[in-house]
């Protein structure tokens, strides 16, 4: 009696992991394009197992790193060469046969049977675009198997024992380089509240000293300077040292010059000099009109970041150097990367081959985490794990072009970042994911924490 009990215990058991098991295998993927907040294609996915359907949408950029993963566009005349028709048709056929019957919450496995089926190291045969899709859309349907919040999820996979920390936001206030049309070469301007306690409080300072700024702005140069960019920015006509001059004005009338630090992006592989040690901070003047004195040596421009350190409350830069340019990056992280963090975007690529160089030569201290650049969760959750074990920040981070899908602010969560940068906090596809993490931060009730200034070493380090 007792071995028949038992038994069937035992058969029950099995029943109802097979049962769960058949309740989250993928039995449909259908991808489609659709248009992101630049006006470009892009691949959205439904996946669909016994617990309904899931979708997700990939994001693009505009000034993207040499090295990243393939993101498949068409070509020819068709919205200009940048359709996602043969992505959504891989989606379709190739990468749906290779997933269908996988068990969503298994990552993992997801992830891997569109490698394979891809087999190259940089997505480029069915494109990143198209992988990406299904393996974040594979992703809500997993927290929904399991019946807990996406960012519950992402930590699970991790292994993140306690995903309890809301990311101090980098708000992207005044956009310059690949993503405006004024001359400043410096692509990202940031204000981050570090001396917040909360993450709503963060929002409504970084809220306030937004519509500030655009007073300054517009006393200084008019209303049309008061234009937004792809990113929600302002573009105004100035040059990095009045932009930072501006941030400090805006922030002062807004009464928290105690409570914000201010950051960079500066995207320097788009003026790089090709085959010089120079960098050209006037690269968007053509002709009689461009200033020479803007041409840097590798040695200048470390000079001119290590002036405006000492005369701004200047805690992260992004890009200083071309992504190729590891010298120069090496140098200046060694000799600012104490006290300012030095974040690796074009660097690094989200790739774990690319972090590793870097830890090894000591060329940068934070991750910049795009999933785009590598094109898998699975993969991206590597990649942080990578950097976070080897004491480094994670700054999570948007493209700038955009939808609605608010993962991004799941996965900072999940992951403990610390830190992320989704742009203004202005245009609906930026602003989802701002309050997707004051809903999380409502979620997590009085067991949310905020980091403030001690966004570089957030708890959970890998």
């Given at each position: 009696m007792i071995v028949t009990t038992a038994a069937a215990t035992a058969l029950r058991r099995a029943t109802t992991v097979a049962s769960t098991r058949s309740m989250s295998a993928i039995t449909g993927v259908r991808g489609r394009e659709i248009i992101d907040s630049r006006g470009n294609p892009t691949v959205e996915v439904d996946l669909t197992t016994a617990n309904g359907t899931f979708t997700a949408s990939v994001p693009s950029g505009a000034s993207t790193g040499a090295y990243e993963a393939v993101e498949l566009r068409d070509g020819g005349s068709r919205y200009m060469g940048k359709g996602v028709s043969q992505a959504v048709k891989n989606v379709n056929t190739i990468l749906a046969d290779a997933v269908k019957g996988i068990d969503v919450t298994d990552q993992r496995a997801v992830d891997d049977a569109m490698l394979k089926a891809d087999g190259t190291p940089n997505k480029g045969n069915l494109g990143a675009n198209a992988i990406l899709g299904i393996s974040l859309a594979a992703s809500k349907a997993g927290a929904a198997a399991k019946g807990v919040p996406l960012w519950k999820h992402y930590a699970d996979i991790a292994g993140n024992p306690t995903p309890d920390v809301l990311p101090v936001p980098c708000f992207n206030v005044i956009n310059g380089g690949e993503h405006a049309g004024n001359k400043l070469a410096f692509q990202e301007f940031f204000i981050i509240p570090t001396g917040a306690e909360t993450f709503s409080e963060s929002m409504q300072i970084g809220c306030e000293v937004f519509h500030n700024l655009k007073k300054v702005i517009k006393s200084k140069f008019g209303g049309d300077a008061t234009l937004i960019g792809d990113e929600g920015g302002f573009a105004p006509p100035c040059?990095?040292?009045?932009?930072?001059?501006?941030?400090?004005?805006?922030?002062?009338a807004a009464g928290y010059l105690d409570k914000v630090s201010v950051g960079l992006d500066v995207a320097s592989s788009e003026f790089k000099v090709a085959g010089k040690n120079q960098y050209d901070l006037d690269f968007k003047t053509k002709g009689a009109d461009k200033d020479a004195s803007l041409l840097l040596s590798g040695d200048e421009l470390i000079q001119f970041y290590k002036d405006m350190i000492a005369k701004y409350p200047?805690?992260?830069?992004?890009?200083?150097?071309?992504?190729?340019?590891?010298?120069?990056?090496?140098?200046?992280?060694?000799?600012?990367?104490?006290?300012?963090?030095?974040?690796g975007d074009?660097?690094?690529?989200?790739?774990?081959?690319?972090?590793?160089?870097a830890i090894k030569l000591g060329s940068a201290n934070c991750l910049l985490l795009k999933v785009n650049q590598i094109g898998s969760i699975s993969e991206s959750i590597d990649a942080v794990k990578l950097?976070?074990?080897?004491?480094?920040?994670?700054m999570c981070s948007h493209r700038s072009g955009e939808t609605e899908d608010c993962y991004i602010a799941d996965l900072?969560?999940?992951?403990?970042?610390?830190?992320?940068?989704?742009?203004?906090?202005?245009r609906g596809e930026r602003t989802a994911k701002y309050n997707q993490l004051l809903r999380i931060e409502e979620q997590l009730g009085g067991a949310a924490k905020f980091p403030g200034v001690n966004f570089r070493k957030p708890?959970?380090?890998g």
């Amino acid at each position: 009696m007792i071995v028949t009990t038992a038994a069937a215990t035992a058969l029950r058991r099995a029943t109802t992991v097979a049962s769960t098991r058949s309740m989250s295998a993928i039995t449909g993927v259908r991808g489609r394009e659709i248009i992101d907040s630049r006006g470009n294609p892009t691949v959205e996915v439904d996946l669909t197992t016994a617990n309904g359907t899931f979708t997700a949408s990939v994001p693009s950029g505009a000034s993207t790193g040499a090295y990243e993963a393939v993101e498949l566009r068409d070509g020819g005349s068709r919205y200009m060469g940048k359709g996602v028709s043969q992505a959504v048709k891989n989606v379709n056929t190739i990468l749906a046969d290779a997933v269908k019957g996988i068990d969503v919450t298994d990552q993992r496995a997801v992830d891997d049977a569109m490698l394979k089926a891809d087999g190259t190291p940089n997505k480029g045969n069915l494109g990143a675009n198209a992988i990406l899709g299904i393996s974040l859309a594979a992703s809500k349907a997993g927290a929904a198997a399991k019946g807990v919040p996406l960012w519950k999820h992402y930590a699970d996979i991790a292994g993140n024992p306690t995903p309890d920390v809301l990311p101090v936001p980098c708000f992207n206030v005044i956009n310059g380089g690949e993503h405006a049309g004024n001359k400043l070469a410096f692509q990202e301007f940031f204000i981050i509240p570090t001396g917040a306690e909360t993450f709503s409080e963060s929002m409504q300072i970084g809220c306030e000293v937004f519509h500030n700024l655009k007073k300054v702005i517009k006393s200084k140069f008019g209303g049309d300077a008061t234009l937004i960019g792809d990113e929600g920015g302002f573009a105004p006509p100035c040059d990095v040292e009045s932009g930072l001059q501006m941030l400090m004005e805006a922030t002062e009338a807004a009464g928290y010059l105690d409570k914000v630090s201010v950051g960079l992006d500066v995207a320097s592989s788009e003026f790089k000099v090709a085959g010089k040690n120079q960098y050209d901070l006037d690269f968007k003047t053509k002709g009689a009109d461009k200033d020479a004195s803007l041409l840097l040596s590798g040695d200048e421009l470390i000079q001119f970041y290590k002036d405006m350190i000492a005369k701004y409350p200047i805690v992260t830069i992004e890009d200083p150097f071309d992504q190729d340019d590891w010298d120069n990056w090496t140098k200046f992280c060694k000799e600012v990367g104490k006290d300012v963090q030095i974040v690796g975007d074009d660097l690094t690529v989200t790739n774990p081959v690319k972090i590793q160089e870097a830890i090894k030569l000591g060329s940068a201290n934070c991750l910049l985490l795009k999933v785009n650049q590598i094109g898998s969760i699975s993969e991206s959750i590597d990649a942080v794990k990578l950097s976070k074990q080897n004491g480094w920040g994670v700054m999570c981070s948007h493209r700038s072009g955009e939808t609605e899908d608010c993962y991004i602010a799941d996965l900072a969560v999940g992951l403990s970042t610390g830190e992320i940068k989704t742009g203004a906090p202005c245009r609906g596809e930026r602003t989802a994911k701002y309050n997707q993490l004051l809903r999380i931060e409502e979620q997590l009730g009085g067991a949310a924490k905020f980091p403030g200034v001690n966004f570089r070493k957030p708890g959970w380090m890998g």
